[in-house]
């Protein structure tokens, strides 16, 4: 019996000793196999996190910020004493340098058509483009008004005085129209010749202030409302200069539509020709000239 019991306790022991050898190495085993599924659990979470949809907070999107360039300053010029501090540059390409004769300009002489009350067929109204333009220009240098009456008056009366005096009024070239009708009939000094013009001293007169009389040939301007042809030796009143459109505005004389027409510069530089005092002479030599009155 106690040989059972010794046998029993020897082997008791042996299982004991074995278990307690072995041991380390479950617990080293058992601590891989944790870290391994720790990893594999993280992962798991991971692919669930991601098919699983967003929440609030990570749908609200952080705003976006734009970035706004600070506008360039302004280019300052000084200017001289007599004008404001500083002014602001415009840019060359909006707004291009101006120039004497560039201004768009206005003046603003009464309007009488030669022929007042349409009598075309008295030789004085017909001739009558040199003396109406110098009575439109002259009434506007004296500030006075202009009535059709009073119109018609002048013009046979200023007509009436060159044939007294000069034997002619049917034409006169720009010397005999300052001479005969501004000096000699108006008794008006402030009125001056120039020759060998373009558009440049036209619109530089007009800048100035100053009203301009041309002769021109009459059938180059291409009036609508003359009789066709148109007349040969005639005399616009020009008031003013638009740049934008590159025309000269005038009071025509030569037709009931004239107070305020527009014509091409070009078109006028073109058919200006200072012809001779006469009876439709033969102009001899073409050269360019105008009549400058001023205040």
């Known amino acids: 019996m106690l040989k059972k019991i010794f046998i029993y306790f020897i082997i008791v022991a042996a299982a004991a000793i074995a278990f307690l050898s072995i041991r380390p190495r479950l617990i080293i085993i058992s601590g891989q196999s944790d870290a391994e599924n720790e990893a594999s659990a993280l992962k798991k979470a991971e692919l669930i996190s991601e098919t699983l949809p967003p929440t609030a907070a990570q749908t ?14 302004a280019e300052i010029i000084p200017t001289n004493s007599n004008t404001a501090s500083s002014v602001v ?4 390409a909006a707004y291009p340098p101006k120039t004497k004769g560039q201004e768009a300009v206005l003046l603003n002489p009464p309007f009488t ?3 007042p009350y349409g009598g075309w067929k008295d030789q004085k109204q017909q001739d009558g483009c040199e003396e109406a333009a110098a009575l439109m220009a002259y009434y506007w240098a004296s500030g006075k008004s202009l009535s059709r009456d009073g119109a018609l008056i002048e013009i046979t009366a200023i007509s009436d005085y060159e044939q007294k005096e000069y034997g002619n009024y049917h034409d006169t070239a720009v010397a005999d ?3 005969r009708i501004f000096k000699g009939y108006f008794h008006y000094p402030k009125v001056q010749a120039k020759y060998g013009i373009g558009r440049k001293d036209i619109a530089d007169e007009l800048a100035a202030g100053n009203l301009i009389i041309v002769p021109t040939d009459g059938r180059l301007l291409g009036n609508p409302y003359y009789t066709p042809p148109g007349p040969d030796r005639h005399n616009l ?8 459109k590159d025309e000269f505005i005038t009071n025509d004389p030569g037709t009931k539509r004239g107070e305020g027409y527009r014509y091409k510069t ?17 102009i001899a030599a073409e050269r360019k000239a105008m009549i400058i009155v001023s205040k």
């Open 60 to 73: 609200t999107a952080a705003p976006e910020i734009k970035q706004v360039a600070e506008p360039e300053a």
């Open 89 to 92: 540059a415009a840019t060359p």
């Open 113 to 115: 058509s030669q022929a």
């Open 237 to 244: 009143l020009i008031k003013g200069y638009d740049p934008a």
């Open 177 to 179: 129209t300052i001479e």
């Open 266 to 282: 070009g078109t006028v530089i073109d058919a200006i020709v200072d012809y001779p005092t006469g009876n439709h002479l033969p």
